[in-house]
């Protein structure tokens, strides 16, 4: 018989900004809220509410509970891999919100967890998921840049007043600031492009805010084949900015804007001429709403059904971190 499979039934951990943009994803991506919790019961209470699901007390009840597939696991930093963890223990398929753990060590929990348990974990990297980008892997697969030179990418906030003292700039919390949070989806999408990194150096640094943690990070990163990757994440970038360039032997692919106070999300194609000069160029818009996180979330229960493993997954989450790591370490050398 034909027809629509039933919808997916999810619980969500953490109904924070990014929780709540999962449950709202969810009527699209083929999903259904079931119950959530948050250390914050009034979230949960506000999110149940509104999504006619179930408000729970403790997150440990929620990830037993037998009436759930998926578990979306959207807690601060230092609770990722213990949620993940536990939610496979008990049988369920695991989104995991980037950066999946503080640590690499983290990650590797997560992972023996998710082999132990036959179930499938994707990472949260829902920015591989927004129209430009995606038109721009297209592109790229399709051979029309020729092979890829270098990218270029920049990604940026301004914070907002007290913002030295939120979770994101407690270390242990955190695990790191700016690099290990908007620098995650910087690093993840060069690797997208480009592949691995051999050769990592960077600068983690505090230029702005009276913190512990960096809030401008600058990488620059080499692959086996010599591609290179340069690097910005700010959280002193008083308007708020993503641009990400790649170039290729051919052209020149420019992805900024995402849409609301980053601009409105655009892709530029500058086609290199044989004479050179100035190159054939085509502008895309895409002024619509964000629905990334629906095609993130459509794509992993696809996953689901079909066992297959996500393309955005642990082993993806763990070799952003390892640059990460090593960029903490080159920036806390004497």
């Not at 900015?241 to 692919?253: D, H, I, M, N």
Request: charged share 25%.
């Amino acid at each position: 018989m034909g027809g629509d499979p039933p919808a997916v039934r999810v619980g969500i951990v953490g109904c924070g900004l990014v929780g709540r943009k999962r449950a709202a994803a969810l009527p699209a991506a083929g999903g259904r809220l079931v119950a959530c919790a948050d250390a914050v019961p009034v979230r949960a209470a506000e999110l149940a509410s509104a999504a006619g699901a179930e408000a729970v007390d403790d997150w440990r009840r929620l990830v037993a509970r037998p009436d759930l597939d998926v578990v979306v696991v959207a807690t601060t930093h230092d609770a990722l891999a213990e949620v993940s963890v536990a939610a496979l223990e008990c049988g369920r398929h695991v989104l995991v919100e980037k950066p999946a753990g503080r640590t690499v060590a983290e990650v590797d929990r997560i992972a023996a967890a998710e082999r132990a348990a036959g179930r499938r974990v994707r990472v949260g990297f829902n920015h591989r998921y927004h129209p430009a980008l995606r038109a721009a892997r297209r592109i790229v697969e399709a051979g029309e840049l020729g092979p890829l030179m270098m990218v270029r990418g920049r990604y940026g906030h301004g914070g907002r007043p007290g913002y030295e003292r939120e979770w994101r700039a407690n270390p242990a919390i955190s695990g790191g600031g700016e690099l290990i949070d908007q620098g995650m989806h910087l690093i993840d999408l060069a690797r997208w492009f480009l592949g691995d990194f051999t050769e990592v150096r960077g600068l983690a640094t505090t230029l702005y805010w009276d913190m512990p943690v960096d809030d401008n990070s600058f990488l620059a990163l080499r692959t086996a084949g010599g591609q290179v990757a340069f690097l910005h994440a700010s959280c002193s970038e008083w308007k708020n900015l993503f641009s990400f360039e790649v170039y290729g032997r051919g052209g020149k692919l420019h992805i900024e804007g995402l849409g609301g106070s980053y601009g409105v999300e655009r892709l530029a194609w500058y086609r290199m001429r044989p004479e050179m000069g100035p190159p054939d160029t085509t502008i895309w818009e895409y002024p619509g709403p964000d629905d990334s996180w629906a095609a993130e979330l459509a794509e992993f229960f696809g996953d689901v059904r079909l066992d297959r493993a996500p393309s955005a997954g642990l082993a993806d989450a763990r070799a952003a971190l390892a640059v990460v790591e090593a960029v903490y370490r080159q920036s806390a050398a004497p």
